[in-house]
């Protein structure tokens, strides 16, 4: 290669790269759940925000790689990672996304779950087991990990979204939603059901470890997740990690 074509070549790949970033930083397309706030949302202006979105850019910015943020429904979502369509998500890593996804050890934030009910119904306060829960009838939303990880998946009755399963809990057709209370909170707040949904926790439950995962067919998979998982664990040490969530609470 001459030297005119060497430096042709430099000014095309320089132009692919935003101003003030350089070709050894390692762009990144993550996706997340359009609307699972506080940890992720779609603004207005279609940008995503939340404690998930803060938290990866502040690990990534670490590790020296850059993030662009999209979300979707969250199955849309998660199938996209596995078609390549994405590169990465951060979630809890179930048996079936580890099948074509790679995780974090260390988590970027772990939340306790337990159960939303009708005020008056006390009935989900006596669960203790998934063999209490038989009795009730079970709401959930389609791509919910954690039901298929965690719960008996075929008890379920499946809902497009979260918000639908809350309103039939207060419309009384529905009796339990599985969900952390960092999460369900804000929903019901946003539905206006504060005075007839109620939270019990259920410390029997697992918590869920939100984990950024980056899909198997990434060429640099194994190492991206080995500087994310780095990053990760100074953040949480230097109470980073810990700061930002405390903003979404």
């Not at 759940?33 to 979105?53: N, V």
């Not at 990672?81 to 996804?101: H, K």
């Not at 669960?127 to 009795?135: G, P, Q």
Request: proline content about 4%; charged content about 25%; glycine content about 8%.
């Amino acid at each position: 290669m001459n030297r005119r074509q060497f430096l042709f070549n430099a000014a095309i790949l320089g132009a692919t790269w935003p101003l003030g970033t350089t070709a050894a930083e390692t762009r990144l397309r993550v996706g997340y759940f359009d609307r699972y706030w506080p940890f992720s949302q779609r603004g207005d202006d279609g940008a995503m925000t939340g404690l998930l979105i803060e938290s990866l850019d502040a690990i990534a910015h670490s590790a020296n790689l850059l993030l662009e943020h999209a979300g979707y429904p969250w199955a849309r979502t998660q199938a996209m990672v596995e078609r390549g369509e994405l590169d990465a998500f951060c979630t809890v890593p179930t048996q079936g996304r580890s099948e074509y996804a790679i995780f974090c050890k260390s988590p970027v934030i772990a939340m306790d779950y337990g159960f939303y009910h009708r005020a008056d119904d006390l009935r989900p306060t006596r669960v203790k087991s998934l063999e209490d829960l038989r009795s009730l009838v079970q709401g959930t939303y389609r791509g919910s990990g954690y039901t298929k990880e965690y719960l008996e998946d075929e008890r379920m009755v499946y809902f497009n979204d979260e918000e639908t399963v809350l309103k039939r809990i207060a419309l009384g057709t529905v009796d339990t939603l599985v969900e952390g209370e960092y999460v369900g909170a804000a929903r019901v707040k946003s539905l206006g059901l504060e005075d007839k949904l109620h939270f019990s926790p259920a410390p029997w439950l697992p918590k869920a470890n939100f984990c950024f995962g980056i899909r198997k067919s990434h060429r640099d998979a194994e190492s991206i997740v080995a500087k994310m998982e780095a990053a990760t664990v100074a953040l949480s040490h230097s109470g980073e990690l810990n700061r930002i969530a405390e903003k979404y609470k």
